[in-house]
């Protein structure tokens, strides 16, 4: 029987989508799905609620529980693929320290997961358990395909595609979503249909190159007019894109506010201003956390009453993923992989790049797609210096390369000197205590 095995099933709104997905696939429908996390109660509820959904479905998956460390080698043994979802630390307490810490020393943020002060956290705890998940795969199911869905992205998969054996490719929600959010907000719906594109980059900063309508018609300058025309007369959710679009050309893969905290322009404490002018939403990250914690529980109060829980199959790519390599029928993707080979020739050959790949048979095959724009290749590369600053730190357990991915970081240095960065970076690590190895 295949193997699917979900750490960190506790994440029960995203295992629900994910397996709900597998379970609408005449391939994988029959499929084991071992669910894994550390929280017995949310395992309890995600096992629950995946069982209604099989009912429901008419489905005939076996749904197999497995709680706690000492159980983690039985859930991957035998695994064909193994999709990772896990929040070390979660909201609270290790969220909630991401942003309060820094607050105290005057730097702001929007989400805090990816980029910044509290992405390189979020790496710098969620690192060693994958390293250890590695080790597993590597003794009791060496040759399946790990997905990654945990952010930072780039830091996770880059550090598991350079520093252990398992095959791993990153996903993401935001390059299938990219071209059509945005001919919808610019009110292009008739291009919708038959769309051209081509998208590369770094994960959440990956790059709409190309957009041409079934025709074969350049959309580029009809969006850049639209675009800067729509950011001087209304105010709206997507302003710091629609800003890129006009000042450097293109439009980026992940939203606004995500992009407001991965450069030096727009949160910025002597231009308070411009968080108004670029309706720019400080704290987003802990006000979802707290509403989709509130939101969870009365959805699950719901089900349970009900026993009823139906699925229509999403645009997550992971289950056309194992669909694609069990059947060998080809499939498209925007993955995160390594540059091995310089499939994107102006960053760097160890960075994490987001580009096409076809899946089939043979697994996660990558596309070269040459070189980027430079002001999209340096945008990008102040994103990659933190990355891989992280990542290096997390292998050599060096504190001075945790201060100097802060220091890299172009929202953080452009606020704080550099005294004041290693002051908070210390205070970081002491606040999380247990949650980080020890750095020397």
Known sequence: MLK???????????????IGDCMCSPTLREAEFALYDIDGQRLQESAEILGAMNETLGSHSKITTFLGVENRKDALRGATFVVNAIQVGLYDPCTIIDFEVPKKYGLRQTIGDTLGIGGIMRALRTIPVMDDFAKDMEEVCPDAWFLNYTNPMAMLSGYMQRYTGVKTVGLCHSVQVCSEGLLKKLDMEDKLEGRKELIAGINHMGWLLEIKDRDGNDLYPEIRRRAKEKNANEKHDDMVRFEYIDKFGYYCTESSEHNSEYNMFYIKSKYPELIDRYNIPLDEYPRRCVNQIEGWAKERDQLRESHQLDHKRSHEYASYIMESIMTGDPYKIGGNVLNTGGLIENLPHDACVEVPCLVDGRGVN?????????????MNMTNINVQLLTIEAAVTKKKEHIYQAAMLDPHTGSELDIDTIIKMVDDLIATHGDWLPKYC
Not at 4 to 18: E, Q
Not at 366 to 378: D, E, I, K, T
């Open 4 to 18: 699917i095995t979900f750490m960190g099933a506790g994440s029960t709104v995203f295992a629900r989508n994910v």
């Open 366 to 378: 990558p596309c070269r797609v040459g070189r980027l724009p430079v002001q999209c290749a340096a």
